[in-house]
């Protein structure tokens, strides 16, 4: 596009937008074909290949994820909101002959049938928010609705944390806590706490070493917040 349409396109002057189409030449993000039209180069796609989201997230978390395993012999996994679904990128298990597991690579619908979906919404600020509870209460949603998973979701954010028996598991206790970095939520992180004979730790000591791994990996991250407290 040349400096006129994209003025045009943007509702600016030429003036207006000159010297930041030439600031962007000069650093490499457009360049200025033969008939003054400027184009996109590849410097966004370079700098997105750098970090590249879900690489840095699992680069961050599997250490940490392996060590909770082995620290609360329970398993865990790493959870992702995408296009209205949730989604398990990753999972570790602990060295005990007995746990449950969720498929890496599984994925449900957004609903609040889920700890880690509701955790994930719980954590969201201004649009967004309002889009994950619309998909987390299945679509439109009623006054009353609302109420309920607004009051339900402001506990979990009030106490940075869910933690409850699973909806979909008898004998299984969800633990889970959101992972940041430095723009928000990006992840929920799950102990699937079986409740069995030779369990080595309580669900109490297995949510604070869950708390741990979730602070260190949002600090990877590059999160600089503050967590709440271990009542």
């Known amino acids: 596009m ?44 370079e700098l997105g290949q750098r970090h590249p989201l879900v690489d840095r997230l699992l680069d961050a978390a599997m250490p940490h994820m392996s060590e909770l395993a082995r620290q609360t012999g329970q398993s865990n996994h790493l959870c992702v909101h995408h296009d209205a679904r949730l989604v398990v990128l990753a999972r570790a298990e602990p060295p005990e002959p007995m746990s449950c597991l969720v498929r890496q690579g599984a994925h449900f619908p957004f609903l609040d049938d889920r700890a880690s979906a509701r955790v994930i919404t719980a954590f969201q600020n201004g649009a967004r928010a309002e889009q994950f509870q619309a998909e987390l209460a299945g679509g439109k949603i009623s006054a009353a609705r609302r109420h309920q998973l607004t009051k ?23 633990i889970c806590f959101p992972i940041f970095d430095q ?18 730790v309580t669900p109490v000591a297995a949510r604070k070493l869950l708390q741990q791994t979730t602070t260190a990996i949002s600090r ?12």
């Open 152 to 174: 339900r979701l402001t506990a979990i954010r009030t106490r940075g944390y869910e933690q409850g028996p699973s909806d979909t598991l008898s004998g299984v206790v969800d």
């Open 220 to 231: 990877v991250l590059g999160w600089r917040g503050s967590t709440v407290d271990e009542k």
């Open 2 to 45: 040349t400096l006129q349409e994209i003025a045009k396109r943007l509702d600016r002057t030429p003036t207006e937008l000159f010297r930041m189409l030439d600031v962007l030449v000069q650093r490499g993000y457009l360049a200025r074909e033969s008939d003054s039209s400027y184009v996109l180069t590849l410097r966004l796609f």
């Open 183 to 200: 723009f928000g939520v990006v992840a929920s992180l799950n102990v699937v706490y079986l409740k069995q004979r030779d369990a080595r």
